[in-house]
């Protein structure tokens, strides 16, 4: 059993959930007694009690108390990752440096584990240490099922960089979308609210964001501002229109729940364009019919960035996914016809 130790968090650690400092620490702590620990007001920071999801800042001093120490040969091995997954993942690196791994995530791959969802990125990214004593941290998150570039960080210090970053809003994010219907005016920003509504599981709304006037979200309770700039890059007639999006403020849903709200619902979006969506255009919904894919059809197409170390800037973009893809062929858009940022006139 050891003393109780009195640990100040460094510059390195800034910005980290005090549970997973802890394993990093401790490997042989597990997160049902970490938290044990926090309830009983046995660990500490600054003589306060914590949460074991509190996150850390420079200088604080985080009490310890006195632990068991690791049973003779005991190890906790991080759970494994098999060689097909190992070789998915590397082939998903779009740019890598010593700070930084771009992916382009696939469609249907999680960011991170929850319910029944055990296999992910944070989870995968043991095989992406390329070196590395730490695997890469996430910095950001895309939906299970948007694809495209998603950021991780070699490093604690740049994780807590980059994080700060992209609170501060000073990145570049542009998804692109296939919509039902033909958005007008062709260029515009959205400017309504969400708010998580009522009801959880099969029988309620399952986590679905609600839509609220600009008048309305101060006097909506748990409403919060949510601004999406959009622009057409081309339509098919009245049915169905390419569409590139900028989220200013990055709320839960907020492009799917934006672009359904002005009637144009991503297609393949079960959640937010169902059959009851009425919608301008033809009014089906998120579903084109024929050979189109019944997958969501948005894509987080690319990322600029100021390099935390380099303060270069970096621009990252990811190609199509396949389904994606396949509808752009069919309908004839060609990526390469259109500008890298619709939107760069107007900054």
Same mark, same amino acid.
């Given at each position: ?14 910005? @980290? =959930? ?21 309830? !009983?007001? $046995? +660990? ?5 009690? *914590? ?10 001093? *985080? ?10 040969? @005991? ?12 070789? %998915? ?17 696939? /469609? ?35 939906? !299970?099922?948007?694809?495209? +570039? ?15 970053? &992209? ?14 219907? *033909? /958005? ?30 600009? @008048? ?15 622009? *057409? ?11 590139? %999006?900028? /989220? ?10 934006? %672009? ?31 050979? %189109?894919? =019944? ?13 935390? +170390?380099?303060?270069? !800037?970096?621009?990252?973009?990811? /190609? ?9 062929? &069919? ?5 390469? $016809? ?10």
């Amino acid at each position: 059993m050891s003393r109780v130790q009195n640990v100040t968090v460094g510059p390195g650690d800034a910005d @980290q =959930r005090l549970d997973r400092w802890l394993k990093r620490l401790f490997p042989h702590l597990g997160q049902g007694r970490i938290e044990k620990m926090c309830r !009983k007001g $046995e +660990v500490r920071i600054d003589g306060g009690r *914590v949460k074991a999801s509190a996150r850390l800042a420079t200088g604080q001093e *985080v009490r310890i108390p006195p632990l068991p120490e690791p049973e003779t040969g @005991q190890s906790s091995p991080k759970p494994g990752v098999s060689d097909k997954d190992a070789a %998915m993942m590397k082939a998903l690196v779009l740019y890598k440096d010593n700070h930084i791994i771009a992916l382009n995530k696939p /469609p249907g791959l999680p960011t991170q584990g929850g319910s029944k969802q055990t296999r992910h990125v944070d989870g995968l990214a043991e095989a992406l240490t390329f070196g590395y004593a730490e695997k890469p941290r996430l910095v950001h998150r895309l939906d !299970k099922d948007t694809s495209g +570039v998603l950021l991780l960080a070699r490093t604690r210090q740049v994780a807590g960089d980059l994080t700060k970053a &992209f609170r501060a809003r000073e990145t570049r994010k542009i998804y692109w979308a296939a919509v039902a219907g *033909v /958005p007008a005016p062709q260029m515009g920003t959205i400017k309504f609210g969400l708010v998580k509504a009522s009801g959880h599981g099969a029988a309620g709304e399952n986590e679905k964001m609600r839509a609220v006037h600009p @008048q309305d979200v101060t006097r909506t309770e748990g409403a919060k501002h949510a601004t999406t700039d959009y622009a *057409v890059l081309s339509a098919l007639a009245k049915r169905a229109a390419w569409v590139a %999006m900028v /989220p200013v403020t990055g709320r839960t849903h907020q492009l799917r729940a934006h %672009m359904s709200e002005l009637g144009h619902p991503i297609i393949g979006d079960g959640k937010y364009g169902g059959s009851g969506q009425e919608n301008l255009g033809d009014g089906w919904g998120a579903m084109l019919g024929g050979d %189109m894919s =019944r997958k969501l059809h948005l894509h987080a197409r690319s990322i600029s960035i100021r390099h935390p +170390v380099t303060g270069a !800037k970096l621009t990252v973009t990811a /190609p199509l996914p396949e389904h994606m893809e396949r509808t752009w062929e &069919f309908l004839h858009w060609d990526p390469r $016809e259109v500008p890298a940022d619709p939107f760069e006139d107007l900054d």
